[in-house]
């Protein structure tokens, strides 16, 4: 599906890695690990377009993702280090324009009980703590069925039950032919089918 | 497409309903700023007649670059501008988008309030409020597209607002020239219809180009 | 090898580099006796004027420098757009080192518009449509050169000046002919600083020998700028 070909990234004068090459496959689980700074924000972000590679290319289903822009966007899910929620609406309110900004709009029920079953109360965002504005964030992926889904950090500033649950929800997306790349620090508890090592490519 | 927009604009607004704060004292910028001429310069009438439509006309500048910060750093700082170029419709409509929002929130108050501004320089016959009042209508909403370009390109930066101040007034310069002069020509007695067409032609010019400009450099910020 | 492959040879900073110098070396030499001819016949050639005496004579500096930073504008653009067009390094380094030398000529267009009018219309600045038009030229270079100087990622703050610099061409002939509409509004038949009713061709020949002297320079400055950016950044 997702085939990244000699990426190389240079962030200001320094080379963060170069020659990376890999391909996801449907319902495969890819973790990138790498120390603090190797540049595992910056892969994702040219994985998912955000950035640009200073050499090679990424190619969603044989097509260069520069040509396809927003139809690559449409199948992708981005979940950054910022959880993307406004402050000063509430985290039902924040999902709804999130499904809406990404062109699948998702019934009022349907956000509810995804914003249920991650027990996030209905507050506006800036009364919540780190780990439930993260719980917000990662709402999105109860409603979306976008097939790639690209997470930097999920797991930080979750408790255990925010784990079990995502990690709960990632299973069920890669056993319906979905494909996750993931950065991680800590222990998620969940088997990744591959890793890519950056500090190798540097 | 348009759904996004619309969702685009609501959300903007709805953003702005909650921050009343911060539209508040950009519109009070506006006042004070048009304010204070009178006490710099004296107060006599036939002084401040002939200033009047340069002196609101600058402040509307001022105040709508001052209100340009806002625009896209909000949204870089948590992490939603992001998400909107990641969306279903190309970079250019989000652009038309929050900048429709962004004159609806800081340009339409100034149309509004600058008649009443107006009176305070005592500018002259009826006719002339209709004539400011239009042509910061059409000079407004170009402002704000303008400026976007400024603000994406300056997004995240240190010297944040001042610096986008030094590179938006030049552009902006053509829009008060006619913008000011359109008022300025009614005021002696002459048509300000060439000046306010060239104003909408600006305008035109502006919704055809600048979010083509707004996309790239918000393009070359979030690399 | 073929023409297409030699122009991209010479866009790899490090092949430049010597051929900036030699070209630099040239320019330069050559810069040197146009001034000198420029400025003969400007001074002593050209005949005196009837109305302005011996003050006029400035304008051979006046004029072509106002011609070199409009010029210069547009090349820094034009580089600029070459940049964001082909991603090549080298046109962004062209751009910025252009820079400093256009906003060093708007400058020098703008003081010595300044000393013209002081002793021809008693005033150090009257807002003269071609003097207001350069001033903003000049925030225009002053912009252009702040905002790369803001952004601590060079890729990004080439990216980001290249693309106000190709706004600001946009905006430049707009901006002009507001200025003039503006300059006619206010100031009726104010004779424009920069008009001469009619030439003497010793005239046009000392400013046009100016300006190829002031072209040959720029080049020069621009390339020996270019050459510091280069062993700066690689």
Known sequence: MLEAAELECERGTRRLFRALSFAVTAGELLRVAGANGSGKTSLLRILCGLASPSAGVVRWKGQPIGALREEYARELVYIGHAPAVKDELTPGENLAITCRLAGRPASGEALRSALERLRVPELPVRKLSQGQRRRAALARLLVSDAPLWLLDEPYSALDTEGVAALNQRIGEHTVTGGAVIYTTHQEAGIRSSRVVDLSACA | ?223 | MNTTARWFWFSSPQTFFPLAGTIARWCALGAVPLAAAGLYVGLLVAPTDAQQGEVYRIIFIHVPAAWMSMLIYLVMAGWAAVGLAFNTRLSFMMAQALAPTGALFTFIALWTGALWGRPTWGAYWVWDARLTSELILLFLYLGFMALHASIDDVRRADRASALLAIVGAVNVPIIYYSVKWWNTLHQGASVSLTKAPSMATTMLTGMLLMALAFWLYSIAAALVRVRCIIRERE
Do not use: N
């Open chain 2, 1 to 223: 497409m348009l759904a996004v927009a619309r969702c685009i604009v609501h959300r903007d607004l709805l953003l702005a309903l909650r921050r009343r704060s911060d539209v508040a004292t950009a519109l009070l910028f506006f006042v004070i700023v048009a304010s204070l001429f009178p006490l710099g310069v004296g107060a006599e009438p036939h002084l401040l007649r002939p200033i009047a439509p340069g002196v609101i006309w600058v402040a509307a500048l001022l105040s709508s670059m001052l209100s340009l910060a806002r625009l896209f750093a909000a949204d870089h700082a948590d992490g939603t501008l992001e998400q909107m170029l990641l969306g279903a419709a190309p970079l250019g409509v989000v652009v038309v988008a929050k900048g429709l929002a962004h004159w609806l929130i800081a340009g339409l108050p100034l149309v509004a309030i600058a008649p009443l501004i107006g009176l305070q320089y005592d500018l002259g016959g009826p006719g002339l409020y209709g004539v400011l009042a239009l042509s910061l209508l059409l000079g407004t909403p170009v402002l704000s597209l303008i400026g976007a370009i400024g603000a994406a390109l300056t997004l995240g930066l240190r010297g944040g607002g001042v610096l986008l101040a030094l590179l938006v007034l030049p552009l902006y310069v053509p829009v008060l020239i006619f913008g000011a002069g359109s008022v300025e020509m009614a005021a002696s007695g002459l048509s300000p219809a060439g000046h306010l067409l060239l104003l909408g032609a600006l305008l035109v010019a502006a919704i055809a180009f600048s979010p083509w400009a707004v996309a790239a450099a918000l393009r070359i910020a979030m690399d």
